[in-house]
């Protein structure tokens, strides 16, 4: 049986080969914010998200969990807009898309950009300092009728390929970039076969009130956890969550990468059905001054202002 499974999961990999994905765009209190699109990089020239050289909405290899693009997919770059939020939002998070072959987690992480003047715009991301806000725990959730059985990818496909994520609730006002990011365990057990595909996006946490943002500091601690970790210490090609096979029977499953901080507002898996509805095209800022922003709309670029 379990070498049957894995059949079906190789033809299931090879129809699906075109079929990756990557972040359409965001929903936060009705807005919606769009993310980059690697096959037509200039059509949004407000996008959120961070340019890729991801044309195939491929994946990350655990081989590469040591190289830059593991910490905002290939060749990722900051993008120049941010979406504003608050501290505590709930942000729907809108996918192209989902393989139901590909089980495993959806993980999301928040690094701030600190001392910088633009937000995220500029930043360097191999210096980003990533704290885990939601690991969709227990991601496994059963396995009636057998393996591989049911996921937490699967709950996203069921809410039409969405994820709701909660941001904390203490979050200083600043800005932040939000990874957010599936792992397909469909091929784990072969070497090198878990695929990740991390996505990221900028946010602009808007102070309450006359609270000043929190740019110049040297540390934000984000959810009660003071220190985070470069991406690229995230994971190990040998975590017992990267190599697996999901196709014989499992009583647990153990997450990848750091657990969630103490003071994370994660979603529950049993309230993913909770929707959020597009009432309206967000308007994205950018940042000109450390503390000051200015709406971003499309068909306009950053350079067209100067700080």
Known sequence: MARAL???????????ALAHSRILYLIINGQQYRGFNPHAPDA???????????????????????N???????????????????AGDKIQIQWNGWPQSHKGPVLSYLAPCSNTTDGCASVDKSKLSWTKI??????????????????????LIAQNNTWLLGL????????????????????????????NYPQCVNLWVEAPGPKAATVGKEEVVVAGQKEGLPATALYKATDPGVVIDI???QSTYVIPGPTVAPEAKPVPVTEQGLKSTITAVGTP????????????????????FKG
């Open 247 to 249: 196709y014989t029977a």
């Open 44 to 66: 949004i020239t407000n996008s959120i998200g961070w340019s890729t050289s991801a044309v195939d909405d491929g994946f990350v290899t655990p081989s590469n969990y040591s």
């Open 285 to 304: 800022v950018v940042v000109t001054r450390a503390t000051v922003t200015v709406p971003l709309p499309n068909g306009k670029t950053a350079a067209a």
């Open 68 to 86: 830059p693009d593991i910490i905002c997919h290939r060749d990722g770059k900051p993008a120049k807009a941010h979406a504003p939020v608050k």
């Open 134 to 155: 939601d690991d969709s725990s227990p991601v496994l959730l059963d396995e009636k009728g057998g393996p591989p059985g049911r996921w937490a990818t699967d709950v």
């Open 6 to 16: 894995r059949l079906l999961g190789s033809c299931a990999l090879l129809s699906q």
């Open 168 to 195: 904390p609730s203490d979050l200083e006002p600043g800005p932040y970039v939000l990874r957010h990011e599936l792992i397909a365990l469909h091929y784990a057990n072969l070497n090198d076969g878990a695929q």
